[in-house]
């Protein structure tokens, strides 16, 4: 059974990160005096239930092998990842980083300080590029997403796309729901770009409108989230109307969206395991170590679990901790 990241661990952490978003530097960690190694998390949005997931595979992974860690949150922010990154690799001087959900590009500033520091750094959905040892698929689960979708949905219909192209994973993912929406020429497609922070109430906002020049008149109707916390805003935006007629698609699988699947609200998600994803990469970067010179960069695959209301009961009793 998975061990879920000490809650108070992850405030803590979350709450030093949060502070000193601006001066990274100030942020405890590093390799200590007693020849303790560290990580270097640079999270996405650390609060957010996915990259929870990863900051806790990744922290126990590190922690059984010896190793301090230590979070900065970015609140989507490239800028905010780069000076972290530039902080881990010259004052703080960490052993290895772990980057989430940021395009390799948007993030160069920092892998040339790692790489100038001979600092390892594997990717959470990023691409494989210079000075990153190891990342995780990002596009996949999207690709299950979207033909899972058009499995339940069928090919006729509208539907609105909640997207966000800064975070690297959620980038991915809506360039399979583009491709695959290619050669779906029955089904009319409104995206709407999310922000971050405020990804819950502009779901909300742009489904409400949505829903406005969209009555429920027969026509098949779906609105497809990236990611959970847009797919919930539309849920709610669904709630206020009173709208029974819009089927909900989202990926990563929130507690709270998990709990909305047991409800009837959510029509389907693909649920990502992130909390193996963190571990393998940890483990990638003792292999990387382990190997030197002779390592090749690699890109981890975890294949995504479908949870709709046909499974959510096996799944739960699968993974009991998921509603938590």
Request: charged share 20%.
């Amino acid at each position: 059974m998975k061990k879920r990241y000490a809650l108070t661990a992850l405030v803590a952490a979350a709450a030093l990160a949060l502070s000193g978003c601006s001066d990274p530097g100030t942020s405890a960690g590093s390799t200590s005096g007693s020849g303790q190694k560290t990580l270097g998390i640079v999270a996405l949005v650390a609060t957010d239930a996915l990259n929870a997931a990863v900051i806790n595979g990744a922290t126990e992974a590190a922690e059984a092998a010896g190793w301090a860690v230590t979070v900065t949150d970015t609140q989507g922010s490239p800028d905010k990842a780069n000076a972290a990154m530039t902080a881990f690799s010259t004052t703080q001087k960490v052993d290895a980083i772990l980057v989430s959900a940021f395009a390799s590009t948007a993030i160069g500033a920092g892998l040339q300080s790692a790489i100038a520091a001979n600092i390892p750094v594997v990717s959470w959905g990023g691409e494989l590029v210079d000075g990153i040892v190891a990342t995780t698929s990002a596009q996949k689960v999207g690709e299950d997403s979207v033909n899972a979708m058009l499995e339940d949905f069928g090919n006729k219909g509208d539907v609105l796309a909640l997207t966000y192209h800064t975070g690297v994973l959620c980038l991915y993912r809506g360039i399979a729901f583009d491709d695959a929406m290619k050669d779906e020429p029955d089904i009319s497609i409104t995206a709407n770009e999310v922000a971050i922070p405020g990804q819950v109430e502009d779901g909300t906002a742009f489904t409400s409108a949505w829903l406005a020049s969209h009555p429920k008149d027969g026509t098949p109707y779906a609105v497809w989230g990236a990611w959970d916390e847009p797919g919930m805003g539309a849920i709610a935006a669904l709630k206020q109307a009173g709208r029974d007629d819009v089927k909900v698609y989202s990926i990563n699988g929130a507690p709270n969206a998990l709990q909305a699947v047991k409800d009837g609200t959510m029509t389907q998600i693909i649920w990502q395991d992130g909390y193996t994803e963190g571990q393998e990469l940890f483990q990638a970067v003792l292999d990387s170590e382990a190997a030197g010179d002779s390592w090749e960069p690699k890109t981890i695959d975890v294949p995504g679990v479908l949870v709709d209301s046909s499974t959510i009961d096996q799944f739960l009793k699968d993974h009991p901790d998921a509603l938590t």
